[in-house]
């Protein structure tokens, strides 16, 4: 189990190290905002454990690494509900028969938010890409946005907790 997490850890770090060097944190803010703004594609684990690990080695501070992590996280989902809150309900109805959703399916989604919505948006952090649709989610199923804005951050501090405090903690052991 420690080798798998050791190789993945160390392959994350290597997709996005070159990023980091280029854009330094400002890659991190870019790539964790659209990332959470629904780019599922984007590398948010990854871009988090480099600049994490960076920050073990001295490049960053550690603290900015997590501010600035948790702040793109964050508005990147707010703006991915404000977009599902607006076009997402009707969107799913009028178009979703074209990509396979069903009224069902929408009013579905809406009684596991209504029953579950506070933990589906912290654990969601951890899945993907639900991590990325999230915002969208909630915004169409009628979360209300004040439960999704606490519930988002909070998944969101400790979603870059873990990634990005992680790998500066065994960074740290790590000689240089």
Known sequence: MSHWFLTTLAHLIHIAMPVMHRYGL?????????????????????????????????????????????????????????????????????????????????????????????LIVIMGRYIVPLRQLQGYIAGSAEMGFRAFAIWSALGAALWVGTWGGGAWWLAQSIPT
């Open 26 to 118: 400002w890659g991190l803010v870019v790539v964790l905002f659209i990332e959470n703004m629904g780019v599922v594609f984007a590398p948010g684990e990854a871009i988090v454990v480099t600049a994490g690990f960076l920050a073990a080695k001295g490049a960053f501070d550690i603290a900015e690494v997590l501010l600035l992590a948790l702040l793109a996280a964050v508005l990147g989902a707010y703006v991915a509900y404000g977009l599902g809150a607006r076009y997402g309900h009707q969107g799913l109805l009028r178009y979703g028969k074209y990509v396979g959703v069903k009224p069902a399916m929408v009013d579905r989604v809406h009684i596991l938010f209504r029953r579950y919505g506070a």
